[in-house]
């Protein structure tokens, strides 16, 4: 659990670095040669980020059921706050990974002359955005996933 956990955050500080990278290098173009590559790199690291603290709390919350279900005198409250938890998490973290993706999309059909470069101003500071609140979101998530674990488990602990 905590080596996913200590993953997801790596990789979302890998995330943050590279979209702050894609805006820097729409305007400044230090990876010039074939801009898309960049951003195709940062949404393969912003993707796996996001699949695997989505992944985390799927996992997480199946052991916390099996768990609860094997031990009935825990009741189901558990069960019930990861599932909150979950309709917490989920909703940002998918509109966060369908706008990056748009702009990313968006950005190299700019590049390729397609489209005008506004689509770009307008998804890139929504997209900055969503992705610092959706980050938030999830430490909260995963805070709030520690201690009910930590508070299933405290009985069995000492």
Excluded: C
């Amino acid at each position: 659990m905590w080596f996913f956990m200590i993953l997801s955050y790596i990789l979302l500080a890998f995330s943050f670095i590279g979209i702050v990278a894609i805006g820097i290098n729409h305007y400044q173009h230090f990876w010039a040669h074939q801009h898309i590559t960049l951003d195709i790199f940062v949404s393969l690291i912003f993707l796996a980020g996001q699949t695997l603290v989505m992944f985390f709390f799927v996992g997480t919350g199946v052991n916390v059921r099996e768990y609860s279900e094997a031990h009935p005198e825990l009741g189901d409250r558990f069960t019930k706050g990861m599932l909150a938890l979950k309709r917490k998490l989920y909703p940002p973290t998918m509109l966060t990974t369908m706008v990056f993706m748009a702009m990313v999309i968006l950005d190299g059909i700019f590049f390729m002359g397609r489209v005008s470069e506004w689509w770009f101003h307008i998804l890139y500071p929504l997209t900055f955005l969503l992705f610092i609140r959706a980050t938030l979101i999830q430490h909260r998530s995963f805070v709030g996933s520690t201690n009910i674990v930590l508070a299933m488990t405290e009985p069995y602990r000492k």
